[in-house]
């Protein structure tokens, strides 16, 4: 069974930082191309990032380029998204999903999310 577990969000305030982590189990991971996408409050599923299955190659939306920075350790199937300068616009639920940025939605495959919360 696959399992993405999302953790590390929280409240933080304008221009802040977070560290999302994703752990993943049921399937190789290594194998595998990921992403994080996005709900925002009343909005649907957005894509942020995309990372190869070797971590060799990233891909990030507009809105996120040079703010984000999405990484992967295979070793211990673990999937990140280091956030930095944090704006309230940033204020929505994250999943970790299966696939790239072409196949994420059909693979229909992520977790539960983590909340994150961008508010002075």
């Known amino acids: 069974e696959v399992q993405l577990v999302e953790s590390g969000g929280g409240l933080v305030q304008p221009g802040g930082s977070l560290r999302l982590s994703c752990a993943a189990s049921?399937?190789?991971?290594?194998?595998?191309?990921m992403s994080w996408v996005r709900q925002a409050p009343g909005e649907g599923l957005e894509w942020v990032s995309s990372?190869?299955?070797?971590?060799?190659?990233?891909a990030y939306a507009d809105s996120v380029k040079g703010r984000f920075t999405m990484s992967r350790d295979n070793a211990k199937n673990t999937l990140y998204l280091e956030m930095n300068n944090l704006e309230p616009e940033d204020t929505a639920v994250y999943y970790c999903?299966?696939?790239?940025?072409?196949?994420?939605?059909?693979?229909?495959?992520w977790g539960r999310g983590t909340q994150v919360t961008v508010s002075s």
């Open positions: 999903a299966q696939g790239g940025s072409t196949t994420w939605r059909a693979r229909r495959s």
């Open positions: 049921g399937f190789i991971f290594s194998t595998l191309g």
């Open positions: 990372i190869t299955d070797d971590g060799g190659r990233t």
